[in-house]
């Protein structure tokens, strides 16, 4: 017989490898995927509300390290039991039901009464297909390469729940990654703590809905590290991600001014913390620090942000607003749009008294002709912003003790 494999990508997941086999002599054919890419780095769960005929369509990609299960009907596929399928919902159910006629025939001989309860659950499974009432499929795959369609996607889909979760030490030993008798590592390693993203739980800023912010360091080259938060809430969908500094207030402030002259220049990466400020001299524009909060991005990101949070603003263009400040307005977003196209040069400045903004050099380690980077001594003024003025690092206790 002939092989055949096949290396494609499904959409909004990732690359698998199809292959199929034929035989010319007895027309018996097989076909199975494997994954393209790696074991991920936690396993997944999908749980699907099965409602109508539609949903019996959705592509599903199930693994052979995978278990799917119908709770209504107590009925599981146990994991290598099958090898792994790019199929549907359907054809999970319709390969379950021709596993179990197989040896129905050899039942009805030496055991009718099994062979009838066999029957009666094969009646049920069949029915399932029709969906005269809504059941419940779950795919539970410790490897993480399982997948079951969403065609709303990328918007979120309401009858599919997507949990991932860290693998047993069972689950990774029947992967092969590890020996079940493996030692544990210490917990509070902290290199451990740089490679994973923590998750803690809290209300939702928009409805106070429960929801999940998760925290992950990044060391960002030629610079120092940096914490990335993000919230996501699944109930009204309001986002937002913000970036502090991993490292101490600098003893100096931070001054870097970029010429833009290139499109490319749209493309560098950017931080920009809570304390810097942003100015672009030929808009007469400048935002204080503290406006759009920290922030990790590219400079097309940042200018990007900077239109909206000014298109947004109801005071500047809503009913209340005058026609000529609203022609202002728009003639100043004009001349921004043109800039983050790469259609007018102009001079980027971001000031940041705690030095912890960073603006990239494309030509690192080597210096960069259009970026220009000024370290200064902070003024009183910004000492006090900062509240470094009565901060005491040195000596507290012995103060302490002593008033005490």
């Known amino acids: 017989g002939v092989t055949r494999l096949l290396l494609t990508r499904i959409p909004f997941f990732k690359e698998i490898i199809v292959s199929s086999f034929a035989c010319d002599s007895c027309s018996w054919s097989d076909a199975e995927i494997q ?3 790696r074991i991920q780095e936690q396993g997944v769960r999908y749980t699907l ?3 109508s005929r539609q949903d019996m369509n959705r592509e599903v990609v199930k693994t052979d390290c995978a278990t799917a299960r119908i709770p209504e009907l107590d009925f599981e596929i146990p994991a290598f039991t099958q090898k792994g399928v790019l199929t549907t919902i359907e054809g999970i159910i ?5 596993g179990l006629e197989q040896d129905q025939p050899v039942r009805r001989a030496t055991d009718e009464e099994v062979a009838s309860k066999i029957d009666e ?3 049920k499974l069949k029915q399932l297909k029709e969906v005269h009432s809504s059941f419940t499929f779950i795919i ?12 709303h996607a990328p918007q979120k889909d309401d009858a599919l729940v997507v949990t991932r979760y860290r693998r047993t030490p069972q689950q990774a030993a029947m992967l092969g990654l590890e020996g079940e008798d493996v030692d544990e590592k210490p917990a509070d390693s902290a290199e451990d703590l740089r490679n994973e993203v923590l998750q803690f739980n809290t209300n939702c800023p928009e409805c106070n809905a429960p929801a999940n912010t998760n925290m992950k360091v990044v060391q960002i080259p030629h610079f120092k590290e940096v914490i990335i938060m993000a919230t996501n809430c699944d109930s009204c969908g309001h986002r937002t991600n913000e970036v502090k500094s991993g490292g101490a207030i600098e003893p100096q402030g931070t001054r870097i001014t970029l010429r833009i002259t ?3 220049d749209m493309t560098r990466d950017i931080l920009k913390s809570e304390t810097c400020s942003v100015e672009i001299p030929e808009l007469e524009f400048e935002l204080g620090m503290g406006a ?3 922030k990790f991005t590219t400079l097309e990101g940042l200018l990007k942000d900077i239109r ?3 298109e947004r603003n109801p005071f500047a263009l809503g009913d209340s607003s005058t026609p000529s400040k609203t022609e202002k307005l728009q003639e100043f977003i004009g001349k921004l749009h043109e800039i983050i196209e790469g259609k007018v040069k102009a001079h980027f400045i971001m000031d940041d008294p705690a030095g912890n903004s960073y603006l990239q050099n494309v030509y690192a380690p080597e210096e960069d002709p259009e970026l220009k980077v000024e370290r200064y001594e902070r003024t009183f003024e910004q000492n006090e912003d900062l509240g470094l003025n009565d901060m005491k690092t040195e000596g507290y206790e012995s103060e302490g003790a002593s008033g005490q």
Do not use: M, Y
């Not at 319709?94 to 021709?98: E, F, L, Y």
């Not at 539970?140 to 065609?151: A, H, I, K, L, Q």
């Open 35 to 37: 994954s393209a890419g």
């Open 49 to 51: 509300a099965v409602t």
């Open 94 to 98: 319709d390969r379950a039901v021709a």
């Open 121 to 123: 659950f094969i009646g």
């Open 140 to 151: 539970d795959d410790p490897s993480g390469n399982s997948f079951v369609e969403n065609p």
């Open 262 to 264: 290139d499109p490319s």
């Open 292 to 294: 759009l909060g920290g």
């Open 308 to 310: 909206d949070l000014v």
